[in-house]
């Protein structure tokens, strides 16, 4: 699924697609989200896309999986309620949020506290805590 950049950006921001996240997915500032906020933001509405590479690129290479599967055909991610973003110092931070998606029917929610990192001027999404 591609993403319209005028449409509005999946990850619940009142922006367009394009002068939110679409900005971190591709052109001049790819893969450069300033904060470990944005770039969570920025990996919901990848996932919303099926931007695997985008998801891989922003993974840290050392808890990275070898493969990322595809997201399931029919699956629809409905809103990101991002709950709390905490800087620990310059280059950590946790972010904590609520994604809710359906598939076939049923809907789902994922709660998550996520480990971000930053090296080289790049934030990166280590891992996360379910519930």
């Not at 919303?48 to 840290?60: I, P, V």
Request: with cysteine.
């Amino acid at each position: 699924m591609t993403i319209a950049p005028s449409a509005p950006c999946p990850c619940g921001r009142k922006l367009a697609y394009e002068r939110c996240c679409g900005r971190w997915h591709a052109g001049p500032e790819a893969l450069q989200a300033p904060t470990a906020e944005d770039l969570m933001r920025s990996r919901y509405s990848a996932f919303a896309g099926g931007l695997l590479g985008y998801l891989r690129d922003t993974w840290h290479p050392s808890t990275r999986p070898a493969l990322i599967e595809p997201l399931p055909d029919g699956l629809r991610w409905l809103g990101l309620d991002v709950r709390r973003h905490v800087p620990q110092d310059a280059d950590h931070a946790i972010v904590e949020f609520v994604a809710r998606s359906k598939l076939g029917g049923k809907a789902e929610r994922l709660h998550e506290t996520s480990r971000f990192v930053r090296e080289g001027g790049r934030w990166f999404y280590v891992d996360g805590n379910m519930g």
